[in-house]
């Protein structure tokens, strides 16, 4: 029960810092690949929990594929299995439970670094945030029936939520190591030229000042999410308090 299933939505995505962290606490990744015919599984029998990366897609596109993949989420929602949705996983998510997915309003799109603000189950769950998250994306996802509220945003009030006992949708990217950084606003930098977006040195001086709260956030995140027990690298295990009890160090 080692494994955690990752799903990513180009041929050539990685999980980036989340999957090293991942494999750094004893985990081996699972990657599949449903937009080029890899299946998912029916049970999360064999999977420890499971996460859906982001990608340049819509939640509201009509493929097929998206269609099966938001429909899967059923699976570990049912199971109780962590499961963790970054951006259009968060809005896959979103919609799997009935909510809207839309663009901002104003048409403004989120890339870069923009502040973010934890509730009170926020805290809860992790008690220390940064003051600033990396975002890249047009679209947000309105709170699920049944949700709690985790995080706000200003452009895009929505940024994080839990359902269930072990469900959690973020739409910002803890992820993003520096080479994905160089690629996406390189890549990608037509997304720069939208209203709201900042330009590519904000990208970059923004990791100097922010990245270090957001990676020590994500190494909280992970030993809440995935629960009491959990593989260590160096053997056996290691206990953590369950998800909604905030850590102190």
Partial sequence: MSKILIIVHQKHSTPGRMGEALQHRGFTLDIRRPRFG??????????????????????????????????WIHVPLREEKPFLGICLGAQMMARHLGARVRAHAGGCVEAGYYPVSPTAEGRALVRRWPRRVYQWHREGFDLPRGAKLLARGGLFRNQAFSYGRRAIGIQFHPE????????????????????????????FDGRIRYDRALEAWLDDFLDTWLGDVHPHPHGGVQEHAQMGAGRTR
Avoid: V, Y
């Fill in 38 to 71: 890899e299946t998912l599984p029916g049970t999360m029998q064999n999977h420890s929990g499971a996460i859906i990366f982001g990608g340049p897609m819509s939640a509201n596109d009509p493929d097929g594929w998206l269609k099966r993949e938001t429909d």
């Fill in 176 to 203: 993003l190591t520096l080479g994905m950084m160089h690629r996406w606003t390189t890549r990608g930098a037509k997304m720069l030229t939208n209203p709201c977006a900042q330009s590519s040195k904000c990208h």
